[in-house]
């Protein structure tokens, strides 16, 4: 039988990722350090959630489920054989060092960033887990980063309260102009020496691949 929560503005309605709530509380708080403001956020003590609306509305979230699904894989990577850093270098990362350096962002906060700025139609830390592929809880990290650093601002959503949109801010224009400008260097620089027939070979086969790659992870699912 699904857990109920009474609404402000109308009946009790199931609790929406209940199920995941009793692996919050296996967490470790070394390991939830690692996932953000938000989570951090919801009372240690059960009796204690059902009474906070805020954390209640939060659980009921993606970016929660999210968050639980990343910090569980963490914890059993050990066990897989995996180290706790895994990481690939980049040439793009070498190219934006110079700017994160002087906004003093990491790379992740910076990429979060370019991700609203050049995608205005994507509004929530979800949406970067979804389509930028980035962790959650890297997301839930870097995007509290870029909202103090105020290059974000929350919104709640008009038709669910459950929802925090994120906005880029005034200030944010300036550095995601200059990421813009990084990204079209390094894209010229990377393909350098190639005609235009090579590019459309190669363009078309990015896009063939990334439907392949979404295939396959909506297999795994």
Known sequence: MPIMLTRKDGPPTPFRNAEYIP?????????????????????????????????????????????IIDA????????????????????????????????????????????????????????????????????????????????LERREAPDDRRKTLLFCTEKAQDVIEKGRMIQSIFKDTLLDGTDEASKEIFFHMLHVMEENMDNILKGAK
């Open 23 to 67: 692996f919050y509380y296996f967490i470790p708080k070394s390991i939830l350090s690692r996932c953000g403001a938000e989570l951090n956020a919801i009372p240690r003590n059960p009796q204690e959630l059902f009474h906070n609306r805020a954390a209640c509305e939060f659980v009921e979230s993606d970016l929660f489920r999210l968050l």
């Open 72 to 151: 569980t894989a963490f914890m059993v990577w050990p066990y897989m054989g995996f180290g706790e850093y895994m990481e690939i270098y980049s040439g793009y990362d070498a190219m934006c060092k110079p700017l994160c350096q002087q906004l003093k962002l990491p790379q992740t906060a910076f990429d979060i960033l370019m991700f609203f700025g050049n995608n205005p139609e994507y509004h929530t830390a979800s949406d970067v887990v979804e389509i930028r592929r980035i962790k959650a809880n890297l997301v839930s990290v870097n995007v509290d980063k870029l909202v103090c650093e105020g290059y």
